[in-house]
Each structure stands twice: as C-alpha cells, then as structure tokens.
C-alpha cells in the first residue's frame, strides 16, 4: 500500500501539470509506471518524450533502491520495460524518418518555386504582366507546403522575400510603362475610329470596304486601351465599320440581283436561238429569203446579247456555251445551205453557158449560111432578094425569141445578150437595104 504524506497532497492539487506528473511517478510503483508507458506508447509518441523520460527517471530510481537487496537477483520488470522503451525509440526513429522524408520533399517543392520565382523577377519587363497570376498561385502553394529541414528554413525565406520583392519592383515599373502604353493606343486607336467614320462617306464601296479592312488589320497590331475605355472605343469602330459593310453587302446584293435578271434575260434568247433553230434540227428547207429573214433576227439576238452583263459566276460559263452552241448550229446549217446553193448556180451556168455557146455556133453557122444564100439570090434578081428578105425576117424573129432565153445575172450571159442584139441590129439593117433594093428595082 502506498502512503501519501499531506505534503504531497498538497503539491498534486497546487503545482503545474508536469510536475504532478513527476510527483506521480514518484509515488508509483513500477507496475504502475509500465502500465503508463504502455499507454504513452499508444498515443503520438513524438509528443510524449518528456512524460516518457521521466518514467524511465522513475522507474531506474526505484530499481536502484531495489538492488540494494544482497540476494540481486535479475528482475523481470525490469526486461520488460526495457522492451517498450525499445519499442518508444523504434517509433521515434521511423517518425523521424518519415518526416525528414518529408522536409526533404518540402524542400524540394519550396526550391522549384523560389527557382520559378527567380526567373520570372529576373525576366523581361513585358512580360511581368502575364506572370502576375503564377506569381500568385505560387505563392498560395507556398503556404500549403509542410516545413523543412532546420538548416535550410532561414535561408528558403530570404530567398522567397528576395524573389518576391524583386517580381513586385518589376509589376510596378511594367504597370507605369503600360499606362503610357495605353494612353499612345488610345491616340492611335481613335485616329482608325475618324479613318472609318470617313470611310462612310466614299462613294466608292469597294474602294471603302478595302480600306476598312487595312483599318482593322492596323487596329489588330495596335496593342490594349485602359480597360474602361475598351468596350466605348471598339464600339465607336465597330458601329462606323458596320456603316461601310452594310454598303458594300447592300452593293453585291445589288450586283447578285442584276446577275439573276442578266440570267433569265440570257436564257430568254436562248431559247429564242433554239426557236430559230428547230426547222434546222427537224430538216425542214428555207428558202434564200427566210434565211434572211432569219439570218436578221440571230443578228438581233446577238445584238441584245451583248448589251447583257454577267450572270452568276455558277451559271454564266454554261449559259454561255449554250447560246454559243445555238449560234454555232446556225451559222454552220447556213453556211452548208449557202454552199450548195453556190454549187447549183456554178452547175446551172455552166449548164447555161454550154447553151449559149451552141447557140452562138449555131447562130454563126446560120450567119454563114445566110451570107452565102445572099450572094446567091443577089445574083438571081428580084426573086432572089424577095427570098432573102424573108429569109432576114425569119432569122430576126428567131434572134428576137432566143433572146428572151438569157435571163441568167453574169458577165457571159450579159455578152452574149449584147452579141445576139448587135446580131439582130445587123440583120435588120440587111432586112432595110434589101427592102430599099427592092423597091428601086419594082
């Protein structure tokens, strides 16, 4: 049994924890101070050294008050708490491990960012701006990294300092310089927003809407204005660039418009080209007149055509070669009806010419006769020229009736037709110096 003086009592209600504890430990037992250490062993062992050390403080004290006894035997309890203090330092030695594993890690991580730090507070200044929110991130990564090794935790927050100081110097040069950055964009940047304002007023939409485009590559290679003034400032340019575009579309409608007219106007005679063709294509003959008559009207069709502008760029090839096609059938159908029509008429004058020459040898041979037949009835008297008159009249009559043959328009026939008259011409002058003889004769 243990007795506790009233000291003692007294102490344990009045002094701080820890050294109630001492007091306690005291006053125990050594069962009792393994059992506690049993318990320490339990619970974080890294928060309990001081309870443990003062165990073990207890527990050799009242071991050595015990060895005095001259038998000195070897004391189980004594093992046994040898073996959970064992186990204490094994747990303590694979604690520690597992943190300095940690610190090292924590180490790690803490250096890749003051190296990340470090590059960007030693970049260039235009970029700083981009690096702000990094800067930031890093900074709340930092916070959730455990600690680190002792020796190493004064020098990474000098460093962390340093870096961080040196990012937020360049933050407020960049901040200054880009306050003149926006100020020299906005001048330039109001400049375009006059430009396209103008623009609105040029006649000429494709020449404006060229321009335009120039404006806004410009406006794209000019950097940002202060924020405030962005959505004012690219509104004023747009709703100006939305003027212009507005015109050049209503410009192209137009054209689209017209290209659409030009198409049904082409196609209109188009068809009129395959009205005109169709007696062609179904073989139907045209005589010399209607081919004129036709020839005038593909003329006129012609004629129209090209007063017509473009059709759709999809369309206008094909409706061109169609109408080319058409023109083509009938110029090539006439020029096949004309050449065989030259090809008659080079037959029927040849045909004719045949004939005039057999006449005109039939006429010289008559000529002939009749000269001869005249020396002989000029010899025979009265008689004779009686005979020859009529013989004249009879071969007048018959120049007069052949010469109503040569109706043909060319240069031969038009010969022959003079020869015959002047034939004619002279046989009515015989027919008047016999008749003259005659009556002188009478």
């Known amino acids: 049994m243990i007795f506790y003086s009233k000291t003692c009592i007294f102490a344990f209600f009045v002094v701080p924890l820890c050294a109630k504890l001492f007091l306690l430990t005291m006053a125990s037992t050594r069962e009792e101070l393994i059992e506690e250490l049993k318990k320490l062993l339990e619970q974080d062992v890294m928060a309990v050294k001081d309870q443990v050390d003062r165990i073990k403080t207890a527990f050799y004290a009242s071991l050595n008050e015990e060895q005095n006894d001259p038998e000195n035997q070897p004391d189980p309890l004594e093992e046994e708490f040898k073996k959970l203090l064992a186990q204490y330092k094994a747990k303590r030695a694979e604690i520690a491990a597992q943190v300095a594993k940690e610190q090292e890690a924590n180490l790690e991580r803490k250096q890749a960012i003051i190296e990340e730090m470090k590059n960007m507070a030693e970049g260039e200044t235009d970029g700083v701006m981009a690096n702000l929110q990094r800067m930031r991130e890093l900074q709340a990564e930092w916070k959730t990294i455990g600690p680190v090794p002792e020796t190493k935790t004064q020098e990474l927050r000098k460093a962390y300092q340093r870096y ?36 609105q007023n040029n006649e000429n939409v494709i020449e404006a809407n060229r321009a335009l485009q120039q404006l806004h590559e410009e406006w794209a290679e000019i950097g940002p204005v202060a924020r405030e003034l962005r959505e004012d400032l690219w509104n004023r340019f747009k709703e100006a660039s939305t003027v212009i575009n507005k015109k050049h579309q209503a410009y192209f409608d137009n054209i689209h418009a017209k290209e659409k007219e030009n198409l049904e106007a082409k196609r209109a005679l188009v068809d009129q080209m395959k009205a005109i063709n169709e007696p062609l294509v179904n073989g139907e003959p045209m005589t010399v007149k209607q081919w004129d008559e036709a020839t005038e009207k593909v003329q006129e069709l012609q004629k129209k055509w090209r007063t017509i502008g473009f059709a759709p760029k999809k369309f206008n090839q094909s409706v061109y070669d169609e109408y080319r096609a058409e023109c083509d059938r009938f110029f090539h159908t006439k020029m096949e009806f004309y050449h065989e029509l030259r090809e008659r008429r080079k037959e029927r004058e040849q045909k004719h010419k045949e004939y005039l020459e057999r006449v005109k040898a039939r006429e010289e041979r008559a000529k002939a006769q009749a000269e001869r037949a005249a020396k002989t009835i000029a010899n025979q008297g009265a008689d004779g020229l009686r005979k020859l008159r009529d013989r004249l009249k009879q071969e007048i009559k018959t120049a007069e009736n052949n010469i109503l043959f040569f109706t043909a328009k060319s240069k031969t026939a038009n010969q022959l037709v003079d020869s015959m008259q002047r034939k004619i011409d002279d046989l009515k002058n015989q027919l008047k110096e016999i008749e003259t003889k005659l009556n002188t004769e009478e």
């Not at 040196?166 to 901040?175: A, E, G, H, R």
């Open 164 to 199: 961080q100081e040196q990012f937020y110097d360049l933050v407020k040069i960049n901040i200054e310089l880009r306050d003149l950055d926006f100020k020299k964009n906005l001048e330039l940047k109001t400049l375009l927003c006059e430009a396209a304002e103008k623009l």
